[in-house]
């Protein structure tokens, strides 16, 4: 029985020590509403949907003299069923110190995040009322990067995908990069990417101007062949704006992409009105109206069902999210 009790008392410490070494953080997000959507010609469909809800893990490791290593895998939940598959949506592992952080794996393009996710601040750019707009050229695996230190509020990041890698994943032998600068100035939140993939690139710039309880934004992109292969060139522009009242904060967030150049008729219009009253830091209920409208030939929004050139989508939902 004494030995039991040693060896118990030895695994415990053992455990409490590399847990002393290495943190990790458990977190995630449970994000559902009940929506009434209408794709333009067909019925509408009144429905429970999943809105980017995940569960993850994160930590880090002191390796002394300024070193730091760390990692983060992140999994994708179905919260209307509790359906998952791997971890496709973050896997990556990092070292940094005060020269900056080198980062592999699979961690997304770091332009759509820097762009859109900053600006699209209603409902954190999942579901139905995200960003179908944005040409997001980078893919997300394979990825090599280095970020830079914070240099007066300027942060630069790089990221790298080789033509091999490319070619095994997807069959494609071409090489995929990017670059990108934040650059926090006051008021001001500002930024600017670019990315390439074979014979598709984009260049985008963001900017958000916080006054009192009011916040003002929007980005600018220009893409080639970013949606479709020979398309031509493309405009996509993005306005946001946010009025907070105590708990409260009123969201309308607009956006308009121009037809492609090789392809009349291709372009498309999405605006988004949003109410969400905060609960907690971790907490809030809401309530959002998003409409897509395509011209002609535009076929924005394949993911929440258009399947023919010029349909339309809305949808109307209430919901409840949770941080953890």
């Known amino acids: 029985m004494h030995k039991r009790v040693g060896l118990g008392v030895l695994l415990l410490s053992l455990s409490v020590s590399a847990f002393a070494q290495s943190a990790v953080t458990i977190y995630g997000r449970v994000n559902t509403t009940v929506e009434s959507s209408k794709l333009s010609g067909d019925s509408a469909q009144n429905q429970m949907r999943n ?24 999994r994708d939940i179905d919260s209307t069923d509790g359906a998952s598959a791997g971890y496709e949506a ?22 759509f995040k820097t762009i859109v996710e900053a600006v699209s601040l209603h409902n954190d750019n999942v579901g139905t009322s995200a960003d179908w ?18 240099i007066g509020g300027l942060v630069l990041e790089l990221g790298y995908s080789t033509k091999d890698d490319r070619q095994a994943v997807d069959g494609t032998r071409k090489n995929a990069y990017e670059a990108i600068a934040n650059y926090d100035w006051g008021n001001w939140s500002l930024a600017a990417a670019y990315a390439k993939y074979g014979d598709a ?11 009192g309880d009011f916040l003002f934004g929007g980005y600018y992109q220009r893409d080639k062949n970013g949606l479709l292969p020979d398309a031509g060139n493309r405009n996509n ?50 309530a ?33 999210r949770h941080y953890f």
């Open 133 to 150: 707009l944005f040409a997001d050229v980078m893919p997300a695996d394979h990825h090599i990067g280095y970020v830079s230190p914070d």
């Open 201 to 211: 690139n984009q260049w985008s710039l963001r900017a958000l101007y916080a006054m």
């Open 51 to 74: 809105n980017g809800s995940n569960l993850g893990f994160l930590g880090e490791e002191d390796l002394g003299a300024g070193l730091k290593a760390g990692f983060q895998f992140e």
């Open 90 to 111: 973050q896997s990556e592992v990092w070292l940094g110190g005060d020269w900056g952080r080198i980062r592999l794996g699979n961690y997304g393009g770091q332009s």
């Open 237 to 286: 522009y993005r306005f946001v704006g946010i009025y907070t009242l105590g708990a409260n904060e009123i969201h309308l967030n607009a956006g308009y992409a121009d037809d492609y150049s090789n392809q009349s008729g291709s372009g498309a219009t999405q605006w988004t009105v949003a109410w969400n009253h905060n609960l907690s830091k971790r907490t809030k209920i809401y």
């Open 288 to 320: 959002q109206y998003t409409a897509l409208n395509n011209r002609r030939n535009g076929l924005y929004g394949e993911d929440l069902g258009v399947h023919t050139p010029g349909q339309d989508f809305r949808s109307f939902g209430v919901g409840l």
